[in-house]
Structures are given as structure tokens and as C-alpha cells.
């Protein structure tokens, strides 16, 4: 999330309650998870595991719980004890939860030509293009862009809330909610099935590019990016932060786990599972997912397992 103009660091500390070390007289210009982190911008993190990654992210301000560690070069230091506790802070400074009491917000934008059936719900600040048709009961919430020529079909949620969430052992309640404060952004000629959801980034962007078509019952986690002229079939699950490049195809019940890439052109078999990045223009099947042709040799080895070990029981 970019904040509307630069901030400083010492207003930052006093609002979160911390101690700036470091680069003190900076600005930040946003704040961001670490799969989306960007020079200028905030990150916390409140666990040893993570310190190292961390510090050494394009972050420039870390929200940190010791002071223990060395300060890179040109960046600052947050502490405080509760980094977390001081993230959501930040967030709901800058971007507040502002109910709306019709079914089409004010600040809302609509494109000239643009179709929105009954029923459906859009939130702040949402902006839809030219000629999109949205099917009844669709929801779309607040600060999601739609491009020109879209189609949603009914029942679909757009700018859902992140799964993302906060884990500690040490509290009442283990798992807290991460704030999500990033946006979802479907580009030009998409359509989308009906019961689709699209869950909005945790701090950044969720974007499906121009010309990709996704069937009924699909869910996008947060922060995922998919390129342009994708074609994904029913029932797909992808995890947050991972990339489809061009041309992509996901067939269908296709499950795709988080932070990885697949390559432009590649084609994934129905019901395949997706577990680390694979190259583009070629053909996957099985979980976890391998090239179809090494897959189905695989198979008839299989098969044969029966007659393989008759054999060697009889030579005994």
C-alpha cells in the first residue's frame, strides 16, 4: 500500500510507539508484506527466523522487536514489542473500514456502456470501465479497478479479504487477522465465471491480465498475478503471491501452492497439484506436477509392479 504522500519516520515511531534507529530522518512511502516489498517502503517482522530476510529485502524501514541485529546502510529500525500490533495500526490509519449503506457506493465509478444487473454490490472508490456486463449478485468492494469489456458472472466476490493471517501461540487467540489494505485489478476483455473469488492483496495488488478467461468455482489468493490470454478451467485453487506468466493454462481442479511461478505457454492437466515453479511451454500432469510425458511412463512402470514382483518371487 503507498501512502498518499511521503511519511515520516518520526511521525511513524510516535504513532506506533517505538524507537527509531538508523536512518531517522527518512520517509517512508508505503508499507508492504514481504512478498511484495518495494525501496521506500515499511515491513515489520517479529520472529529471529525472518530477521535476516527481512533486513536484507528491498524494505527501507523495518518494524522490528529487537535491536540486536545489524542496521544495513541507509535503512531504519521500529522497535517496539508488538510489530504486528504496530503494522495494523499504520494501516488503519491510512486506510480506514468505511462502511456503505447502499448496493453501489457514491465514490464508485462507472464506465459509459457498462451493464450492472440487480443485486449487485460495489463498493468505495471502485472503479469499473467502458462496456463491462456484471451479472447479478456479484460483489465487487472497495478500491477494486475493473478495465473495459469485462464480464462477471453471477455470485462472484471481488476484493475479498487476504488469508493471510498472524500466528502466535502465546495469546488467547493464536491466529489474528492481517489487515488487507492492497486492491484487486482485472485488465481489459476478462471474463470471469460465476462463484468465483478473488481475494484483494494483503498490501499490494491482485491482478488478472488482458484476455484471460476463468471458468466457474475458481479462487485467486491474495497477490496473485496472471498474465495475459490465460485460460483457467473450473474448481483451480491458487495460493497468495504466485505468478501465471502468458498464455497460461490451468485445467480443471488444478491446485497451485504459493510463491511460484509457472512459465508463459505452460499447460497443467486437470486435477495436477503445483508445488514449485515449472517452466513455461510444456505440459504437466500428476501432483506433484511433472512433465506429462515422464508422468504417464511413470504410470505403466506402475502397472507393471505387479508382474515385476511375481517374477522375482518366483526366482527365489
Request: aromatic share 6%; charged share 20%.
Amino acid at each position: 500500500m503507498k501512502f498518499p504522500s511521503p511519511v515520516s519516520l518520526q511521525w511513524i515511531a510516535e504513532l506506533i510507539d517505538a524507537e527509531l534507529c538508523g536512518n531517522i530522518h527518512a520517509q517512508a512511502t508505503g508499507i508492504n508484506e514481504i512478498h511484495r516489498v518495494e525501496e521506500g517502503d515499511l515491513a515489520f517482522v517479529d520472529h529471529p527466523k525472518y530477521y535476516d530476510k527481512c533486513l536484507h529485502s528491498a524494505a527501507s524501514y523495518i518494524i522490528i522487536n529487537t535491536k540486536e541485529v545489524n542496521i544495513p546502510e541507509g535503512k531504519a529500525l521500529l522497535v517496539t514489542a508488538e510489530p504486528f500490533e504496530a503494522y495494523l495500526k499504520i494501516v488503519r490509519h491510512f486506510k480506514p473500514f468505511i462502511p456503505v449503506n447502499k448496493m453501489i457506493s457514491d465514490t464508485a465509478v462507472i464506465g459509459e456502456g457498462s451493464v450492472v444487473m440487480p443485486n449487485v454490490f460495489i463498493g468505495n472508490d471502485v472503479v469499473i470501465g467502458k462496456d463491462c456486463v456484471i451479472h447479478p449478485n456479484v460483489t465487487i468492494l472497495d478500491g477494486c479497478i475493473i478495465g473495459n469489456h469485462v464480464v462477471i458472472q453471477s455470485g462472484t466476490v471481488i476484493g475479498s479479504n487476504a488469508f493471510y493471517y498472524n500466528g502466535k501461540r502465546n495469546r488467547e487467540v493464536w491466529y489474528k487477522r492481517m489487515e488487507s489494505c492492497g486492491t484487486v485489478v482485472i485488465e481489459d476483455h476478462v471474463e470471469i465465471g460465476a462463484g468465483c473469488t478473488i481475494d484483494r492483496g494483503v498490501t499490494h495488488e491482485t491482478r488478472i491480465g488482458k484476455g484471460t478467461i476463468i471458468d466457474n468455482m475458481v479462487h485467486l489468493g491474495h497477490e496473485v498475478i496472471i498474465g495475459k490470454n490465460c485460460l483457467i478451467a473450473a474448481q483451480v485453487g491458487i495460493a497468495g503471491a504466485t505468478v501465471l506468466e502468458d498464455g497460461v493454462t490451468l485445467w480443471g481442479q488444478v491446485g497451485v501452492g504459493k510463491t511460484l511461478t509457472i512459465g508463459a505457454g505452460a499447460v497443467v492437466m486437470g486435477q495436477a497439484g503445483v508445488t514449485a515453479t515449472i517452466e513455461g511451454n510444456k505440459v504437466y500432469m500428476g501432483t506433484p506436477a511433472i512433465e506429462a510425458g515422464d508422468k504417464r511412463r511413470e504410470f505403466v512402470w506402475v502397472k507393471r509392479i505387479p508382474e515385476l514382483w511375481k517374477k522375482v518371487m518366483d526366482n527365489k
